[in-house]
């Protein structure tokens, strides 16, 4: 047989990931996220695949995050027919994303065009897909269950395991039997964490991976412990009701919102910190909540009991609120009194968030809390950097607002936790790990500690270079 694999996308760098395993001339696409960062640069790559999309026999997709699953609908916008293998809560999630994507970049089309108009320029800028993209991506999705093998093509089956991540997160394991020979394949997708508070720990999955394709978003870091995170939560929240200031958490609709919600709902019903007013303002997050409590076949033990059996819900409490319409975001810039805002975007880079910093981020007794990642140009980033002034719709803005930064809701392994991962599964058929989804420094830091840890035959994944697997 003859295998190979190429990375289309996050192949030094952590967004659009897109990656191609080609067997005896057969080409799976595993992930077709899009890339986040400046619009220009964005535009550019997002709109060149680097494969023809009549190439493509099948696509499998790890998980519903942009940076995953954000450009399906341009593939079948230029005409991929095949099957998009994700699990049930994957599907639900990715469905959200990509609707959420359309309605964003229709806005910003509007947006644009009416700018240009006023300055009199040329405007030919068009949206990547529209809604009737997405809901054709959506279709054109096979449900696959965790650890339910199925084929996809001759000789080819794919099983999906917990990743531990985000709900519905898989790491997708690729068995190839062909003329009495047999390879396997792991790609880790997003890997995640143990001990997260929904969903259950990342699988170890069996069957002696030949080759594991590994993300490495924190390739040189370690995260904070859980509990000094949950204390943090607890002393910004008490600051803010003496100061009567609020904290703006620019947050993932998907799985850090819900995290967030739960660990404060744990702090108030444990009389920790007030009954705080807390408010979700992003519709997205409110509807993938919706999307958690219909997918209990993800959660972790833990919450199947105070969820099922208790019959408490994890994600709603006296103080939370979830917002949905324009007027009832606009109403919390006048809100008095100490005030929790949990908004997208993650990064800041879109969403309802940057109204909220445009009307905050000059008050000292506002927080902002980052609790994810940043990628490199955005504005999350130059948050978290403390830069003087801002940017914000074209506008300039003093950074006066206090910026406090959690790492411990991290949904990616920490270069510890997963080598700890690797550890603990059978590697003896083992020939080579390929990195991806990493930033060059931190993969740099992995490679070597791989090596150290009895684990040296590791590549850092170049963009469209293909590596041979059998
Ligand atoms: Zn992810």
């Known amino acids: 047989m003859n295998v190979e694999f190429y990375s289309l996308g996050a192949a030094e760098e952590v967004t659009g990931s897109k990656h191609v395993l080609e067997i005896?001339?057969?080409?799976?696409?595993i992930d077709c996220g899009a890339f986040q960062g400046s619009r220009a640069e964005a535009d550019r790559k997002n709109r060149d695949f680097g494969i023809a999309?009549?190439?493509?026999?099948?696509?499998?997709?790890?998980?519903?995050?942009?940076?995953?699953?954000?450009?399906?609908?341009?593939?079948?916008?230029?005409?991929?027919?095949?099957?998009?293998?994700?699990?049930?809560?994957?599907?639900?999630?990715?469905?959200?994303?990509?609707?959420?994507?359309?309605?964003?970049?229709?806005?910003?089309?509007?947006?644009?065009?009416?700018?240009?108009?006023?300055?009199?320029?040329?405007?030919?800028?068009?949206?990547?897909?529209?809604?009737?993209?997405?809901?054709?991506?959506?279709?054109?999705?096979?449900?696959?269950?965790?650890?339910?093998?199925?084929?996809?093509?001759?000789?080819?089956?794919?099983?999906?395991?917990?990743?531990?991540?985000?709900?519905?997160?898989?790491?997708?394991?690729?068995?190839?039997?062909?003329?009495?020979?047999?390879?396997?394949?792991?790609?880790?997708?997003?890997?995640?964490?143990?001990?997260?508070?929904?969903?259950?720990d990342p699988a170890i999955p069996g069957g002696a991976p030949d080759y594991i394709i590994l993300e490495s978003t924190y390739g040189d870091r370690r995260h904070d412990s859980t509990?000094?995170?949950?204390?943090?939560?607890?002393?910004?929240?008490?600051?803010?009701?003496?100061?009567?200031?609020?904290?703006?958490?620019?947050?993932?609709?998907?799985?850090?919102?819900?995290?967030?919600?739960?660990?404060?709902?744990?702090?108030?019903?444990?009389?920790?910190?007030?009954?705080?007013?807390?408010?979700?303002?992003?519709?997205?997050?409110?509807?993938?909540?919706?999307?958690?409590?219909?997918?209990?076949?993800?959660?972790?033990?833990?919450?199947?009991?105070?969820?099922?059996?208790?019959?408490?819900?994890?994600?709603?409490?006296?103080?939370?609120?979830?917002?949905?319409?324009?007027?009832?975001?606009?109403?919390?810039?006048?809100?008095k009194g100490p005030l929790i805002i949990i908004s997208a975007d993650g990064m800041c880079e879109a969403g309802r968030i940057q109204h909220h910093l445009i009307h905050n981020i000059q008050d000292p007794n506002t927080t902002i809390l980052t609790v994810g990642y940043m990628a490199e140009n955005t504005l999350g980033r130059r948050i978290r950097n403390r830069e003087g002034e801002v940017k914000i719709h074209g506008q300039w803005f003093k950074l006066k607002a206090q910026v406090e930064e959690i790492n411990a809701f991290s949904a990616h392994a920490d270069y510890f936790e997963a080598v700890e991962w690797l550890k603990a599964m059978d590697t003896s058929r083992l020939k080579g790990i390929f990195l991806v989804h990493g930033e060059k420094k931190a993969q740099a830091f992995f490679k070597n500690y791989l090596a150290e840890n009895g684990f040296p035959n590791t590549q850092i994944v170049q963009y469209g270079k293909t590596y041979e697997m059998g």
């Open 24 to 29: 005896d001339g057969k080409s799976y696409l």
């Open 53 to 200: 999309v009549d190439r493509i026999d099948g696509t499998i997709l790890t998980h519903g995050h942009h940076d995953h699953c954000g450009l399906l609908p341009l593939l079948i916008k230029r005409g991929y027919k095949g099957n998009i293998f994700a699990t049930p809560a994957t599907r639900d999630i990715a469905s959200l994303i990509m609707m959420d994507s359309a309605n964003i970049q229709a806005r910003d089309a509007m947006y644009l065009r009416s700018q240009a108009q006023k300055k009199g320029e040329k405007f030919d800028w068009t949206p990547l897909y529209n809604e009737q993209d997405a809901i054709q991506a959506v279709s054109q999705m096979v449900g696959v269950s965790y650890n339910r093998p199925m084929y996809i093509g001759d000789g080819i089956s794919l099983e999906f395991h917990d990743a531990g991540h985000i709900l519905g997160s898989a790491m997708a394991s690729i068995t190839v039997k062909k003329g009495g020979e047999e390879l396997h394949i792991l790609a880790s997708g997003d890997l995640g964490r143990k001990g997260k508070p929904i969903i259950r």
């Open 227 to 335: 509990d000094d995170a949950i204390e943090k939560l607890a002393t910004l929240a008490k600051r803010t009701v003496q100061n009567k200031g609020r904290i703006l958490i620019p947050s993932f609709a998907i799985e850090r919102t819900q995290e967030l919600v739960y660990y404060f709902h744990l702090l108030v019903d444990d009389g920790i910190i007030p009954e705080i007013p807390i408010f979700v303002d992003s519709p997205m997050a409110t509807n993938a909540t919706t999307i958690f409590q219909v997918h209990p076949e993800c959660y972790s033990e833990e919450i199947k009991d105070a969820f099922i059996k208790h019959h408490k819900n994890p994600f709603g409490f006296n103080s939370l609120h979830f917002t949905t319409s324009v007027q009832e975001s606009k109403a919390l810039n006048d809100h």
